[in-house]
C-alpha cells in the first residue's frame, strides 16, 4: 500500500508540475501568436477591446496549446479536461488507472496540497498573465485532481489579483 500512494504522490506531482509550467507558456504564446498582446501596454488598450476569458481560450491558437498539453498528460496515464467558464480558466486531471480507498484519500489530498502550493506562484502568474490579454475583471486558475473513478482528491483557486507583482 505505501508503494502504490508512492507512485500516486509521483504522478500526482507531474501533473501538477506539468500544469503549473503549461499554463504559463501557452498564456505568453498564445497571447504573443494571437496578436492581442503585441508591444502595448495595459493603459493602451481598453478592455471593451479584448476578448472575454471564454473567447481567448476557445481560440485556434489557444486551443492548439490545450491539445498539445492534453496529449502530453495522456503519455503520464492523465485525462485533462481544460476550459473555461466566467472568470475560471479550470484545470481538471483524471489519474485513469487510479482508483483510491476513503483510507488513501486523506494522504494524497496532502501530497496534492503540497505540491501545488510549491507551484502556487506559477498559477497565480498564469491568472495575472491571462488577465493581463482579457476583458474579464480577475482570473481565476482552478485546478483539481480525480481518481480514475471521479472522486475528487483535492482542488485549489489562484487568483490573478494575489499573483505577486513585480
Given at each position: 500500500m505505501k508503494k502504490r500512494i508512492l507512485a500516486l504522490c509521483t504522478t500526482i506531482c507531474l501533473a501538477v508540475s506539468l500544469a503549473a509550467c503549461g499554463g504559463k507558456d501557452a498564456a505568453q504564446d498564445a497571447s504573443t501568436a494571437d496578436g492581442s498582446n503585441q508591444s502595448t501596454t495595459v493603459s493602451d488598450t481598453s478592455d471593451s477591446d479584448l476578448p472575454s476569458l471564454e473567447d481567448y481560450?476557445?481560440?485556434?491558437?489557444?486551443?492548439?496549446?490545450?491539445?498539445?498539453?492534453?496529449?502530453?498528460?495522456?503519455?503520464?496515464?492523465?485525462?485533462?479536461?481544460?476550459?473555461?467558464?466566467?472568470d475560471e480558466l479550470r484545470y481538471e486531471f483524471s489519474m485513469d488507472n487510479v482508483v483510491t480507498t476513503e483510507e488513501e484519500r486523506p494522504a494524497l489530498a496532502e501530497a496534492l496540497k503540497t505540491s501545488i502550493e510549491a507551484n502556487?506562484?506559477?498559477?497565480?502568474?498564469?491568472?495575472?498573465?491571462?488577465?493581463?490579454?482579457?476583458?474579464?475583471?480577475?482570473?481565476?486558475?482552478?485546478?483539481?485532481f480525480f481518481d480514475g473513478e471521479g472522486n475528487e482528491l483535492y482542488t485549489q483557486s489562484f487568483s490573478s489579483a494575489d499573483a505577486p507583482t513585480e
Open positions: 481560450f476557445n481560440s485556434d491558437t489557444t486551443q492548439s496549446f490545450v491539445d498539445a498539453a492534453k496529449t502530453q498528460y495522456e503519455g503520464e496515464g492523465i485525462s485533462a479536461k481544460l476550459y473555461a467558464e466566467g502556487a506562484e506559477s498559477y497565480a502568474n498564469t491568472a495575472a498573465q491571462i488577465k493581463e490579454g482579457v476583458s474579464n475583471d480577475v482570473v481565476i486558475v482552478v485546478v483539481s
